[in-house]
């Protein structure tokens, strides 16, 4: 079967993008990236691209009069290139309703939390603060609303009580780069089918049991004696 082709829309560092040129580089992987497109000068992300021998080029947003002009340019660039699905990777910039009806579930996003919880931006610090036990990373369909969209794989995270935004960042950020390339290879392979907004995936299997936190670890001999053991010294 045809490989998938995908193009890749950054804003900055790309270690999302990273990921996918590493998962497309298996010879079995059902998805290849045709084109790179980044819309702030000097993405980092670029220079993967570049090493990998990808087609990648800059569309700034801020050259463009308005969002329309800029996303027509998007739109011709991605249709020249060939691609089939645009998968979004770090890409800082809001699509509007117009493009995103273009590239209807064809248009996929990572987010780093457990959506429909902690849309936009500062994920992380807004799970500490709350103090939510668990967090994780979502890829979705995307939709018009800001990382709204039927929902394609998702990973969990635990938080640990003396996390910091950047520890639980780094984390977060390690099992994006293990589902960004499983969602990609899932729709790639047309196991994935949007019914009623929601995503059905053919052939999935789902982890059993469940995930508790915090638990308690014994520290050592209880000071305060029970009611068993009271009972029995006397
Ligand atoms: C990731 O955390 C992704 O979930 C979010 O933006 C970040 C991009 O990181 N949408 P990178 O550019 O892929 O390293």
Same mark, same amino acid.
């Given at each position: 079967?045809?490989?998938?082709?995908?193009?890749?829309? *950054?804003?900055?560092?790309?270690?999302?993008?990273?990921?996918?040129?590493?998962?497309?580089?298996?010879e079995?992987?059902?998805?290849?990236?045709?084109r790179?497109?980044?819309?702030?000068?000097?993405?980092? /992300?670029?220079?993967? =691209?570049?090493?990998?021998? *990808?087609?990648?080029?800059?569309?700034?947003?801020?050259? #463009?009069?308005?969002?329309?002009? #800029?996303?027509?340019?998007?739109?011709?660039?991605?249709?020249?290139?060939?691609?089939?699905?645009?998968?979004?990777?770090?890409f800082?910039?809001?699509?509007?309703?117009? #493009?995103?009806?273009?590239?209807?579930? %064809?248009?996929i996003n990572?987010?780093?939390?457990?959506?429909?919880?902690?849309?936009?931006?500062?994920?992380?610090?807004r799970?500490?603060?709350?103090? =939510?036990?668990?967090? /994780?990373?979502?890829?979705h #369909?995307?939709?018009?609303?800001?990382?709204? @969209?039927?929902?394609?794989?998702q990973?969990?995270?635990?938080?640990?009580?003396?996390?910091? =935004?950047?520890?639980?960042?780094?984390?977060?950020?390690?099992?994006?780069?293990?589902?960004?390339?499983?969602?990609?290879?899932?729709?790639?392979?047309?196991?994935? %089918?949007?019914?009623?907004? %929601?995503? *059905?995936?053919? @052939?999935?299997?789902?982890?059993? /049991?469940?995930?508790?936190?915090?638990?308690?670890?014994?520290? /050592?001999?209880?000071?305060?004696?029970?009611?068993?053991?009271? =009972?029995?010294?006397?």
């Amino acid at each position: 079967m045809a490989k998938l082709k995908i193009g890749v829309l *950054i804003s900055g560092r790309g270690s999302n993008l990273k990921a996918l040129i590493d998962a497309c580089a298996a010879e079995d992987f059902p998805a290849e990236i045709v084109r790179v497109i980044a819309n702030v000068t000097g993405a980092g /992300g670029l220079a993967y =691209a570049e090493e990998a021998g *990808i087609p990648w080029q800059m569309i700034d947003h801020r050259a #463009f009069r308005d969002r329309e002009g #800029f996303e027509d340019t998007l739109h011709r660039a991605l249709k020249d290139a060939g691609v089939e699905l645009i998968c979004l990777a770090g890409f800082m910039r809001l699509l509007t309703e117009s #493009f995103v009806n273009r590239w209807w579930d %064809r248009l996929i996003n990572i987010h780093p939390s457990l959506l429909p919880a902690f849309r936009g931006l500062h994920t992380h610090e807004r799970v500490l603060e709350y103090g =939510a036990r668990f967090t /994780g990373c979502t890829v979705h #369909f995307v939709r018009p609303a800001m990382d709204d @969209g039927p929902i394609i794989v998702q990973a969990v995270v635990p938080v640990a009580v003396d996390d910091t =935004a950047e520890a639980l960042a780094a984390r977060v950020l390690r099992e994006e780069h293990i589902i960004y390339p499983l969602a990609v290879r899932m729709v790639a392979e047309q196991r994935v %089918r949007v019914v009623q907004d %929601r995503v *059905i995936v053919q @052939g999935a299997g789902t982890p059993r /049991g469940a995930l508790v936190s915090p638990t308690l670890h014994r520290v /050592g001999p209880s000071k305060t004696p029970n009611h068993t053991q009271s =009972a029995r010294a006397r």
